[in-house]
């Protein structure tokens, strides 16, 4: 039986950042994918200039759109627009982007087998068994489970969630007068239940509308998707993909190893709690993972993200709270120029939050909120 170094179990942004990462350093690397690319996934497909950066000389970025102009409301309501200068956001599609990492991946010697489900691992002190779906078995000394968060590899190492959020979502091809209306504008709209928001997202001839809020609001969720798309005027137009999924943040003591197996991305709940932005944690997270493989130092994985991305996701925990008990103040916030500049320099990866909510003037303003006492919730938690 052939003994890889390192198998991937996931050919997603995480699973192939970590692969190419990997076998670009001489790790002989095998990644196995339950799909064929190029596939759909469900996904808002908004790139910030940390995914971009993480990417940057590795593949060329197939953008269907680049945004410069968002639009926020709250309830549908209480609307306003900004404009930037240069790109805020750049859109792709994921069964474009994954298959260019896919590529890169292989190109950096990486092998690739599709149509692969791996059931269970077992784990001794010569490696890591991976059982497949048809009873065959691949051996390796390391395994990089990026195969989200319900998959094998989160439950092997017991990953735990500090939040788990319903995220249901659209593809609507749109004409041509649609197409117009929303290039180079994304919309943002903070939703009634607490916590949950709305999105436009424009991919050329094609929109990716969606909503997100906490698990256990299933029908409250659904009926804020079908009212935000009444009320876009899309209501008439048939969806090409109509899909849902759990995002599920960790818990920030939760592991991220077992033995010789760890995870990455999704599988490990790393993303920003508030925008449950994942693309930048998924690829970032490889990245280290396979390097750490290369580096023979597993336990350096799990110390460089408690260094580079648990104080993010610590500081979106941060803003979550506030958006979630205050979200008229957080627009409100949002509607001032330094609330605006905030966001952009999020989203061109130029400051992360944990940088921004480091700084005096944030931390005093964020005091004086703590203290004043908690607003009123209203009675339903389903959007009207």
């Known amino acids: 039986m052939i003994v890889w170094d390192l198998v991937v179990v996931g050919a ?18 095998l990644v196995v994918e339950r799909a064929t690319h190029p596939r759909y996934k469900t996904c808002g497909g908004g790139l910030i200039g940390t995914s971009l950066a993480a990417v940057r000389g590795r593949i060329e970025v197939p953008a269907h759109d680049r945004v410069d102009r968002v639009t926020f409301t709250r309830d549908g309501r209480r609307e306003f627009t900004r404009r930037n200068g240069s790109p805020v956001v750049t859109m792709v599609r994921r069964e474009e982007f ?15 087998r599709e149509q692969v489900a791996v059931r269970a691992i077992e784990q001794d002190p010569e490696g890591v ?9 691949i051996a390796a000394r390391t395994v990089i489970g990026a195969d989200g968060s319900s998959g094998v590899t989160a439950r092997h190492v017991g990953v735990r969630y500090r939040q788990v959020d319903l995220g249901l979502e659209l593809e609507v091809p749109v004409p041509p007068a649609e197409q117009e209306r929303w290039r180079g504008r994304l919309l943002l709209d903070w939703g009634a239940m607490p916590g949950s928001y709305a999105w436009v997202f424009p991919k050329g001839d094609r929109l990716t509308v969606g909503v997100i809020a906490g698990r256990g609001a299933g029908e409250g969720t659904r009926a804020y998707l079908r009212e935000f798309v009444d009320r ?10 109509d899909s849902g999924h759990l995002t599920r943040c960790r818990a920030e003591d939760s592991p991220l190893r077992n033995g010789r197996v760890l995870v990455v991305g999704d599988a490990a709940g790393l993303l920003e709690p508030w925008s449950r932005e994942g693309i930048s944690f998924a690829l970032r997270s ?36 506030l958006f979630t008990s205050r979200p008229a103040v957080f627009h409100a916030l949002l509607a001032t120029p330094p609330g605006w500049r905030m966001f952009v320099r999020f989203c061109q990866g130029r400051a992360s939050f944990d940088d921004m ?11 004086v909120l703590d203290r004043l006492p908690a607003p009123r919730r209203p009675a339903t938690s389903v959007h009207p």
Do not use: K, N
């Open 129 to 137: 068994r991976l059982r497949l779906a048809d009873g065959t078995t």
């Open 232 to 241: 876009l005027g899309l209501t008439g137009l048939p969806a090409e993909h």
């Open 357 to 367: 909510l480091r700084r005096r003037p944030i931390r005093a303003a964020l005091a």
């Open 286 to 321: 490889g990245e280290l993972a396979g390097a750490a493989v290369a580096d023979g130092d597993l336990a350096g994985y799990e110390r460089a993200v408690a260094e580079r991305l648990t104080p993010e996701m610590r500081a979106g925990f941060r803003l979550l709270d």
């Open 12 to 29: 997603g942004p995480a699973g192939l950042s970590a692969a190419h990462a990997a076998a670009r350093a001489g790790v002989r690397t």
């Open 98 to 112: 994954d298959d260019r990492l896919r590529a890169a991946a292989v190109a950096a010697g990486a092998q690739m």
